[in-house]
């Protein structure tokens, strides 16, 4: 089980990785690394994605903790089952009808978050980086909202965990190309990595739906305990 959820959490990273480079990409192109030599450089492209992982990871624990609540209340499957479906919903509404929404609470945050990594920019200190990859874990991200998704629906804080981290991993080759080599790729190449986001996205949120119907397809849809476990009883 544990090799499943590190080698899903890898797919499931490495397939965002098209929207990472698309949507977060300005970020790693905007790292203050210009200044640094060779070897400095790779060090603070390489601080800042770990902080990424640190921050995807760290999230993983808290809606582990958050899923298991669901798990022992046997609402696991039903939970995986709603999360694909709301998030086609909002799939929908922004890229089929053209309708943004955002609640308030979630707009202050993303803004916090901002200024944050505004501060973070403007240290360009070697910490720093780290710090960056960190905040830019948590900003408001369709892609990272499914993985969340996928994180509540396991049983145990740390399959959530690994799951995360396992994600964020798989999220790396690219984001680290695009920190060292970023200005050689093309913006009409980044363009199309961006128009193909709400294609994975759909086809992610289809695999949570599949994951809570129970259909025993490895990686896919694997069983899924819907009742917590029942006590012995002793006579």
Known sequence: MILQVLIAGLILGSVSSLHCVGMCGPIALALPVKHLNNQSKKIAVMLYNTGRVAGYSTLGLILGLLGHQFYIAGFQQWFSILAGLLILFFIIQFYVLKKTWQPHWLQKIH?????????????????????????????????????????????????????????????????????????????????????????????????????????????????????????????
Not at 127 to 156: H, K, M, Q
Not at 193 to 218: E, F, H, K, Q
Request: some cysteine.
């Open 111 to 235: 803004y916090t978050v901002q200024q944050l990594m505004v501060h973070q920019l403007n240290k360009k200190t070697i910490g720093s980086y780290f710090l960056l990859g960190t905040a830019n874990s948590i900003l408001p991200c369709g892609v990272v909202y499914v993985a969340l998704a996928s994180a509540l629906s396991f049983s145990t804080v740390n399959l959530s965990v690994l799951f995360m981290a396992g994600f964020g991993l798989g999220t790396l080759p690219l984001m680290v190309i695009l920190g060292l080599f970023g200005n050689t790729i093309k913006p009409v190449i980044r363009m199309k990595m961006r128009n193909a986001i709400p294609y994975m996205i759909s086809i992610m949120a289809v695999l949570l739906i599949l994951r809570g119907l129970n259909l025993g397809i490895p990686f896919i849809s694997p069983m899924l305990s819907n009742t917590a476990a029942q006590p012995v009883l002793c006579h």
